[in-house]
C-alpha cells in the first residue's frame, strides 16, 4: 500500500545535539512538507519542497534544516540552534499541480532529555 | 494572508447526538477548504473536501461539510456521534491558484460522553 513513512515514532535528544528525522513516501508525490505540532498551536510548516533538489522555508525554519536528494525522501534536522524543539512532527506529500490535500504520516515525537 | 479561526478549543458531545464544529477562513477569493481528523498519536486523515459546485459535501466516517461563502465558513457536521469520533479536528485552507500550502487552524478536540 502507499503511504508516508515516519521514523522513528520517538526521538530523544540531549541538548546540543542534532538530529535527524526521516520522512518516505511511495506515493509518486511531488511536494513534501514538514509541520510542528504543538498543543494548541494546530499545525506549523518548518519547511516544504515542491520537486527534488528545491526546498523552501516555512513559517518557522529557524533550527532546523532539509534535504530532498530524491523524490521519495524529505529528511528533516533539527539542529542544536532550535531551542525548544520537543513536540510532535508530521511530514506529509502532496500531488502538484492541483491540490487533493495531503496525506500524512504517522509523526514523530521528538523529546529533549 | 489566508488565515483559519476555529473558535472552539474543546468541545463535548453524549453519544449518539449531534455535532457541529465551526471553521471560518480568511481568504480574498474561495479557497480550497479540508477538514481532516487526528486520533491521539497519529498522523492526519483527510475527512472531506471542497474544490467547487455543490455546497455540501459529503466525507468519510458519516461526516459532512457545508461551504457558506457570505459567511466565509466550511462547519463540519455529522448527525450522530459515536464514541469512536472522539479525536482532534483540524480545519484547512488552501488558495486556489498557483502552489497551494495549506493553511491550518488550531485544531477542535472532540469528547464523547457516554
Known amino acids: 500500500d502507499g503511504g508516508i513513512t515516519q521514523s522513528p515514532k520517538y526521538l530523544f535528544r540531549k541538548e546540543g545535539q542534532n538530529v535527524t528525522l526521516s520522512c518516505e513516501q511511495n506515493?509518486?508525490?511531488?511536494?513534501m512538507y514538514w509541520y510542528r505540532q504543538d498543543p494548541g498551536q494546530g499545525l506549523r510548516l518548518i519547511y516544504y519542497?515542491?520537486?527534488?533538489?528545491?526546498?523552501q522555508k516555512g513559517d518557522i525554519a529557524e533550527g532546523y534544516s532539509v534535504s530532498r536528494e530524491k523524490k521519495e525522501s524529505f529528511p528533516l534536522t533539527v539542529t542544536s540552534a532550535q531551542k525548544n524543539p520537543t513536540a510532535f512532527y508530521l511530514c506529509?506529500?502532496?500531488?502538484?499541480?492541483?491540490?487533493?490535500?495531503?496525506?500524512f504520516g504517522s509523526g514523530t515525537r521528538l523529546t529533549v532529555v | 494572508a489566508q488565515s483559519v479561526t476555529q473558535p472552539d478549543i474543546h468541545i463535548t458531545v453524549s453519544e449518539g447526538a449531534s455535532l457541529e464544529l465551526r471553521c471560518n477562513y480568511s481568504?480574498?477569493?474561495?479557497?480550497?477548504l479540508f477538514w481532516y481528523v487526528q486520533s491521539p498519536g497519529q498522523g492526519l486523515q483527510l475527512l472531506l473536501k471542497?474544490?467547487?459546485?455543490?455546497?455540501l459535501v459529503q466525507g468519510i466516517k458519516g461526516f459532512e461539510a457545508e461551504f457558506k461563502r457570505s459567511q466565509s465558513s466550511f462547519n463540519l457536521r455529522k448527525p450522530s456521534v459515536h464514541w469512536s469520533d472522539a479525536a482532534e479536528y483540524f480545519c484547512?485552507?488552501?488558495?486556489?491558484?498557483?502552489?497551494?500550502?495549506?493553511?491550518f487552524g488550531t485544531g477542535t478536540r472532540l469528547l464523547v460522553s457516554p
Open positions: 506529509a506529500s502532496s500531488i502538484v499541480p492541483g491540490h487533493y490535500g495531503y496525506t
Open positions: 506515493l509518486n508525490h511531488d511536494a
Open positions: 519542497s515542491q520537486i527534488v533538489n528545491d526546498f
Open positions: 481568504y480574498g477569493a474561495t479557497p480550497y
Open positions: 471542497y474544490f467547487s459546485g455543490d455546497t
Open positions: 484547512a485552507v488552501a488558495p486556489n491558484t498557483g502552489f497551494q500550502k495549506l493553511v
